[in-house]
């Protein structure tokens, strides 16, 4: 009987042994890293506001398919990077006046600003700033979008970093749209050579520095992107669109953990609202 115990033990012992790593995984990250919800009235003006910013866009630039997409993608290039030299400016200032612990983060929020301005020389480079009234909308919205996220940030960090993730999300969407309507259009014209040249050519040190939160394989092992495949303009949309999410993936921890890398890809989702905060 001793025996069948023993044997019993070394079977409840084994099979507690191969659930208990994923379990263990789970309640490290619902217990320990608990992400931080947002103000439910400053999550509310936050998502009020990029949202009809981007309504608008959408009702002045509307999908076709046609030459006319790549101004709407002007525009919004355009106003998506404006946050990340706000956040610099900051941040520098702070720094001037010796609060220097933040390399790490404009280190990255320079490399998200570098990733933004070659998206924008590629809608450049398609024609989407042809015309000077799609210039000028774009750099009126920039223009006072840029002091108020330096205001923002100046006050509340996660606030600003929030409106961000916003547009982000927006943007990763809007691309991934384009992408599934318009396909076969895409992989019939060539890829712009600003595009070979940043995706393929240069030194891809800045494209890791804003990939703050990695995928990982079946291994655990980081998934390497760092010469990405490129043979249509259909394979640029594809890398554009993904590096919105890497954005967005970064700005949620930033938000909800107060770091770049708080949580690891698979666990990151948007910030969610404190219900009730503002009656306590």
């Not at 998502?47 to 006319?68: A, E, H, M, N, Q």
């Not at 609060?99 to 590629?122: G, S």
């Not at 969407?173 to 600003?194: A, G, R």
């Amino acid at each position: 009987s001793s025996e069948l115990q023993r044997a019993k033990k070394e079977e409840n012992s084994s099979t507690f042994s191969e659930l208990q790593p994923a379990e263990m995984e789970e309640n490290s990250i619902s217990s320990e890293l608990q992400p931080a919800n947002m103000e439910e009235n400053i999550f509310k003006f936050n998502k009020v506001l990029i949202d009809s910013v981007y309504d608008l866009i959408c009702f002045l630039y509307p999908v076709t398919g046609s030459d006319r997409d790549y101004a709407r993608f002007f525009v919004l290039e355009t106003v998506a990077r404006v946050p990340y030299f706000a956040y610099l400016s900051v941040l520098h200032l702070r720094e001037t006046f010796g609060y220097r612990d933040d390399e790490d983060r404009m280190r990255t929020h320079y490399a998200e600003a570098d990733n933004e301005l070659h998206h924008l020389l590629i809608m450049e480079h398609l024609g989407g700033n042809s015309r000077a009234v799609d210039r000028n909308i774009a750099h009126f919205m920039a223009f006072f979008y840029y002091w108020y996220v330096v205001a923002v940030y100046t006050i509340s960090a996660p606030a600003a970093y929030h409106l961000s993730e916003l547009i982000e999300d927006h943007a990763y969407n809007t691309y991934d749209k384009f992408l599934k309507e318009h396909e076969e259009m895409l992989k019939s014209k060539p890829v712009p050579p600003i595009a070979t040249k940043y995706y393929i050519e240069d030194n891809p040190y800045m494209r890791d520095a804003f990939r703050t939160v990695k995928d990982k394989d079946e291994n655990g092992r980081e998934i390497s992107n760092r010469r990405p495949k490129l043979e249509t303009l259909y394979d640029v949309f594809v890398n554009v669109r993904d590096d919105e999410k890497e954005h967005w993936k970064t700005l949620c921890n930033l938000v909800q953990y107060d770091s770049m890398n708080g949580v690891e890809s698979k666990y990151v989702k948007s910030t969610e609202a404190l219900v009730g905060a503002s009656t306590k």
